[in-house]
């Protein structure tokens, strides 16, 4: 059995971890969030230490780890501009860290926990779950069988609404999250790389507040793709359907489905981790390079590789007229 500290228990995806944790069969001992609404933990651990304080959690973990009872492993569900300093403390600590997505907000951050990795023998695990979802995982079977020479055509969309929160939030600070692209696409730009290979080119004809699109050409693929939490932007079937998340993912007019399945995808990261099994610091690297160079590059024009969902944004926020002057 595994011990486990958790920093960020009162965040949306903590429930996730304390079930994976708990259906691996190991044991947390302690977590922290500066919120105290982590109630959740007695349906887990209720006996874990918690902490509001970074300082005394900070405390409370060098003391396990300097009286030979130090955690294995460190669960980093915090804020994305602090996954990089986190998963620093747990490796400092002695332990292996297993870390949301995305594992940090730009490439050269990555650089610099490969060192640490070298320097404390243990390791980074970011949580790229979408390579573990069957309808994924046949798709990636299938373009490997397929012609060598083929490139595919897709459409990607992603729409999920959000309410006046999360501008509010740390998600609607892209010096925090990001921005759009890192904070609900990034493992999306993971699997697109993860099938069909590395980026040849990246272009953004949208780039705002609550919605992204653009255009990659991959090794074997060219992806036309839009994310958004903007209500508007839902098709209106959705709409009717009084839903309030629309993914879409299309193979050449084939739509992929992969809507269901998502469950139990963390403990089978988990699972996978804890057999050695798990994403490091090098699967991670592409889809950060891919966001970061999203979130710093100039608008282009449309032409014929925009998906169709970014013409009426555009359209809506005047990009063209400011495009072309």
Request: hydrophobic share 40%; charged share 35%.
């Given at each position: 059995m595994h011990t486990f500290a958790l920093i960020g228990a009162a965040g949306f995806i903590a429930p996730r971890h304390l079930k994976a944790?708990?259906?691996?069969?190991?044991?947390?001992?302690?977590?922290?969030?500066?919120?105290?609404?982590?109630?959740?933990?007695?349906?887990?651990?209720?006996?874990?230490?918690?902490?509001?304080?970074?300082?005394?959690?900070?405390?409370?973990?060098?003391?396990l780890h300097r009286s030979g009872q130090g955690v294995d492993f460190t669960s980093i569900c915090s804020p994305n501009y602090l996954h990089d300093a986190h998963i620093r403390f747990g490796l400092r600590n002695g332990a292996n860290v297993i870390c949301e997505k995305p594992l940090v907000l730009n490439p050269w951050n990555i650089d610099g926990l490969a060192e640490m990795e070298a320097e404390t023998g243990k390791q980074v695990n970011n949580i790229l779950q979408l390579r573990l979802h069957p309808s994924i995982i046949a798709l990636k079977e299938r373009v490997c069988n397929g012609p060598a020479d083929k490139i595919y055509d897709l459409d990607l969309a992603y729409i999920t609404c959000r309410g006046k929160w999360y501008n509010i939030s740390w998600k609607g600070d892209p010096a925090k999250s990001g921005g759009i692209a890192t904070n609900i696409g990034v493992h999306f730009f993971d699997m697109l790389t993860w099938i069909f290979g590395p980026v040849k080119l990246n272009r953004v004809h949208v780039h705002e507040e609550n919605t992204a699109a653009g255009y990659l050409e991959l090794a074997k693929a060219r992806v036309r793709w839009f994310l958004s939490t903007d209500y508007d932007n839902l098709p209106e079937a959705v709409k009717v359907a009084n839903k309030s998340t629309f993914r879409s993912l299309q193979l050449e007019g084939e739509e992929i489905e992969f809507s269901d399945g998502f469950t139990d995808l963390h403990t089978k990261s988990y699972e996978n981790i804890l057999a050695g099994k798990g994403f490091g610091l090098a699967e991670a690297y592409p889809s950060i390079d891919i966001v970061h160079n999203i979130r710093n590059a100039s608008l282009a024009r449309l032409s014929s590789d925009y998906h169709p969902m970014a013409r009426k944004q555009r359209l809506l926020v005047g990009y063209d007229a400011a495009i072309n002057g």
């Open positions: 944790i708990k259906d691996t069969g190991n044991q947390l001992v302690t977590a922290f969030d500066k919120f105290d609404s982590v109630g959740i933990m007695d349906s887990y651990f209720p006996a874990a230490e918690f902490f509001t304080e970074f300082e005394r959690f900070d405390r409370h973990i060098d003391k």
